[in-house]
């Protein structure tokens, strides 16, 4: 004992815990139980010290692994109706599905609760394993594939998806086939593509882009052609084709032949854009009937103080997209035909939200967004970068930005200031963002312009330190065409 200023303190020696484990035999005697019950006083004793010596040390701190890391199903006694809770180390009844209790407390769990909770830890735990996908599949023969599906050992859908999944794993850098798809008049040359996306899902998806157009010179582009087209199998196409690929020898095969039977047709009119730099692009739908192109092009003036740049935004009407393609005077309207012209800042990128009609423009330093049936804008931080790229969420209430030469940032338009409220870490110079908003709405996509090999990265916000799968094999330096997700946000396709 230790006094001093009228005050005590006790000092204890540190053990290491002693552990008595017990033995349940039958026909036990009576002094087996108390040595049993004797067992059970100095393990409580014990556990007492060592809870007296911790509160009065707050300081000492033992190395123990983090819960998520711990077996928590070793020497934990399971009892029929209760759950373990490795938080708290405790014991919970489980309720009723149907009973009324609250799920998301921590004394309360349902069966449903905790078989969700089961799949969220096993997909979590399978997300931030890293995976590569350096190493092609392995590939089951369609010889094979057909041999199972006659011996019933897999389905019909099951044998399909496999015939197209080993097709897509064997396309290599040589197109298959080469179609020519005129856009408009003959004379019109096509110099190069400067947008490519895919709008809707199924028998319903289109092609949407943006062409740059000469006259026919070397390096000449006077204006740009926006056109979609539709993307329809033709079975006689494809039959033929494969009875041709049959005659083909060895020397032979690297003839292109559309063994697909895909022909691509220009559906709608297509929209004459005076500009022929294109800087962005992206689909907007106003309403159910109307679906609207939002683009910006730039383009540069020689005036007294010298060469001006001057950017343009226009909203307008996209033919083919729309419900009712012979109402003109809807699509006419000056509600859907909107034109911005901005010299004040250059514009490197925009996006667009139908739950609030905003719009967003990402700028220099800056990043503004406008209402487009107020025409009220106000202006938000992009940390003093240019904004090549943004994507709104569903509610239209948060938004992320890609930065240049900085991670990708998220901020909540609902706040007065201080918008920025996250940043995904290693999303450098990202030049395409896209949310999963079906499968995992808490996940981004993101493809950046730095070259890496690791050039689609995928982040959880609730972990956003680090990437949770990167997929290699595509290298994107320069280049602006955006990334497609099927409609079952399964498969991503990088140009």
């Not at 006790?10 to 040595?35: C, D, I, K, L, M």
């Not at 070793?74 to 309720?95: C, L, N, S, W, Y």
């Not at 005036?303 to 033919?319: A, D, R, Y």
Request: net charge positive; with cysteine.
């Amino acid at each position: 004992m230790i006094s001093g200023n009228r005050n005590r303190r006790w000092t204890y020696r540190r053990e290491q815990p002693h552990q008595a484990n017990a033995v349940a035999v039958p026909n036990q005697n009576n002094q087996s139980q108390g040595f049993r019950r004797q067992n059970w006083s100095n393990n409580v004793r014990e556990k007492g010290h060592q809870g007296r010596h911790r509160r009065r040390h707050r300081k000492f701190s033992t190395c123990q692994p983090p819960v998520e890391d711990m077996d928590t199903t070793e020497d934990v006694p399971q009892f029929p109706g209760f759950v373990f809770d490795p938080t708290t180390r405790k014991h919970f009844r489980i309720a009723a599905d149907h009973s009324g209790v609250c799920a998301f407390t921590i004394t309360n769990y349902t069966r449903k609760d905790i078989s969700r909770r089961r799949r969220e830890t096993e997909r979590c735990y399978q997300l931030a394993q890293k995976r590569s996908f350096y190493f092609k599949r392995m590939t089951i023969p369609v010889v094979a594939a057909v041999q199972d599906l006659s011996l019933g050992a897999r389905n019909f859908n099951r044998t399909v998806r496999r015939i197209y999944e080993n097709r897509l794993l064997h396309v290599g850098s040589d197109p298959n086939a080469i179609q020519e798809t005129y856009l408009g008049t003959s004379s019109e040359h096509v110099k190069g593509c400067q947008f490519l996306d895919i709008v809707g899902s199924g028998d319903d998806a289109q092609i949407l882009g943006c062409w740059a157009i000469g006259d026919g010179s070397r390096n000449s582009r006077t204006a740009s052609k926006m056109a979609c087209l539709r993307a329809c199998f033709n079975e006689e196409v494809a039959r033929k084709a494969a009875i041709d690929m049959d005659k083909l020898t060895g020397h032979d095969m690297s003839t292109p032949l559309n063994t697909l039977g895909l022909e691509f047709i220009l559906d709608g009119e297509p929209i004459d854009v005076p500009e022929p730099i294109l800087v962005d692009m992206t689909v907007a739908p106003v309403d159910s009937d109307v679906t609207c192109v939002l683009y910006v092009t730039a383009e540069s003036r020689v005036t007294e103080h010298g060469i001006v740049s001057m950017c343009n935004v226009v909203l307008q009407p996209m033919s083919a997209l729309c419900t009712d393609d012979d109402d003109f005077e809807v699509r006419n309207s000056p509600i859907y035909n909107i034109r911005w012209s901005v010299e004040s800042s250059a514009i490197y990128s925009c996006a667009w939200n139908s739950n609030k009609t905003r719009i967003a423009l990402g700028m220099e330093d800056t990043a503004k967004i406008m209402d487009v049936i107020t025409e009220k804008s106000f202006v938000i931080s992009s940390r003093r970068r240019n904004v090549i790229s943004q994507h709104f969420t569903s509610d239209g209430d948060l938004i992320y930005m890609g930065l240049r030469d900085s991670d990708v940032i998220l901020s909540d338009l609902r706040m007065k200031s201080h918008h920025v409220t996250g940043s995904l870490k290693g999303s450098r110079s990202a030049g395409w963002i896209r949310q999963l908003r079906t499968a995992y709405p808490q996940c981004v996509l993101i493809e950046n312009f730095r070259g890496e090999v690791c050039n689609l990265k995928l982040y959880d916000l609730r972990r956003s330190d680090r990437e949770l799968m990167s997929f290699n094999g595509h290298r994107n330096t320069h280049f602006r065409l955006p990334c497609t997700v099927d409609c079952q946000e399964k498969f991503v396709f990088a140009g």
